[in-house]
């Protein structure tokens, strides 16, 4: 089966945080930017998405857009599994705020929970760390990894598509986590 991984194009969260992290994302249904929608229509011309048996998205509207530029909207199959981590509380947060925030604070500062955007064990009140969303990303694996499809494109988000590759592929949580994925670009993945 070969599977075609798109990371949704630029999203105006995306963009605020370009040179500083100002906003927690995660769910926060963010749509793209001018840039982002400039990204999502180039993959409507790339012949790698001519043909495929089935196109998987978030629902999330940075994704579902993205989806919609690769092909027709009853060709797409949205599963919330596919979404991005959760940041609970922090959701469309900005970070500047949550800083100064009397119960929330603690996460920018202390030791053992600041590195909660990127960790398989802290979350944020409420959210995910990267195993709930390894747990929710190998279910819709295990469901759909023995049908007979020869091609699929899954449209998400970052710390979706990285666990993606860490149970495909057996990586470490480092490897992991460190996994660059850019914006509406097509990874090609034989399994």
Same mark, same amino acid.
């Given at each position: 089966m070969q599977i075609i991984f798109v990371r949704h194009g630029e999203s105006e969260a995306n963009k605020l945080n370009k040179n500083e992290y100002t906003i927690?994302? !995660? &769910?926060f249904d963010t749509p *793209?930017? #001018? %840039? !982002? =929608?400039? &990204?999502? *229509?180039? %993959?409507?011309?790339? #012949?790698?998405?001519? +043909?495929?048996? +089935? %196109?998987?998205s978030s629902d999330l509207i940075r994704a579902y857009d993205t989806a919609l530029a690769i092909t027709s909207s009853e060709n797409i199959i949205v599963d919330k599994r596919l979404r991005?981590?959760?940041? !609970?509380?922090?959701? !469309? &947060?900005?970070v500047k705020e949550l800083k100064i925030h009397p119960e929330y604070s603690k996460y920018f500062y202390? #030791? /053992?929970l600041k590195h909660f955007a990127h960790s398989f064990v802290v979350k944020a009140p409420g959210g995910e760390n990267y195993a709930d969303v390894e747990n929710?990303?190998? *279910?819709?694996?295990?469901?759909? +990894?023995d049908k007979n499809y020869n091609k699929?494109?899954?449209?998400?988000?970052?710390?979706? =598509?990285?666990?993606?590759? +860490?149970?495909?592929?057996?990586?470490?949580? /480092? #490897?992991? =986590?460190n996994y660059k994925i850019n914006n509406a670009e097509p990874l090609v993945v034989n399994i």
């Open positions: 927690c994302t !995660g &769910q *793209l930017s #001018e %840039l !982002g =929608i400039k &990204q999502i *229509l180039k %993959l409507r011309d790339n #012949e790698i998405f001519e +043909k495929f048996d +089935k %196109l998987y991005e981590r959760s940041l !609970g509380a922090f959701e !469309g &947060q900005l202390d #030791e /053992e929710r990303v190998r *279910l819709f694996w295990e469901e759909i +990894k699929i494109v899954i449209v998400a988000h970052l710390y979706t =598509i990285r666990v993606f590759f +860490k149970i495909l592929f057996n990586i470490s949580e /480092e #490897e992991c =986590i």
